[in-house]
């Protein structure tokens, strides 16, 4: 059973920095994309970034430039760097993995940026 677990949520000011970590079980890590969503109050969960085993990376453009993604295959676990936040970041924030199209997530971390 795949496990995805959040961690490095919080509270901070706009301008910020947070790093969030997921670490994962039950998955061949190293073979998974894997990815980190968003989900803010009314809206809709969208994808932030993601990153493939050949450790390629998208972003969405609203973050480009201020969040990077990285995965360390030792530890099984999947990081996000967030620098330069801003209110409109502020969110739920999911771990996602995708391994032969079988797709698990955490439980959400909660980011809150205050202006």
């Known amino acids: 059973q795949v496990h995805l677990v959040e961690s490095g949520g919080g509270l901070v000011q706009s301008g910020g920095s947070l790093r969030l970590s997921c670490a994962t079980s039950?998955?061949?890590?190293?073979?998974?994309?894997m990815g980190w969503y968003r989900q803010a109050p009314g809206k809709q969960r969208e994808l932030v970034a993601s990153?493939?085993?050949?450790?390629?990376?998208i972003y969405a453009d609203s973050v480009k430039g201020r969040f990077t993604i990285s995965r360390d295959n030792a530890q099984n676990t999947v990081y996000l760097q967030m620098n330069s936040l801003k209110p409109e970041d502020t969110a739920v924030y999911y771990c996602?993995?995708?391994?032969?199209?079988?797709?698990?997530w955490g439980q959400g971390t909660q980011v809150t940026v205050s202006s």
């Open positions: 996602n993995s995708d391994l032969y199209s079988i797709v698990s």
């Open positions: 039950g998955i061949s890590f190293s073979l998974a994309r």
């Open positions: 990153i493939r085993r050949d450790r390629s990376t």
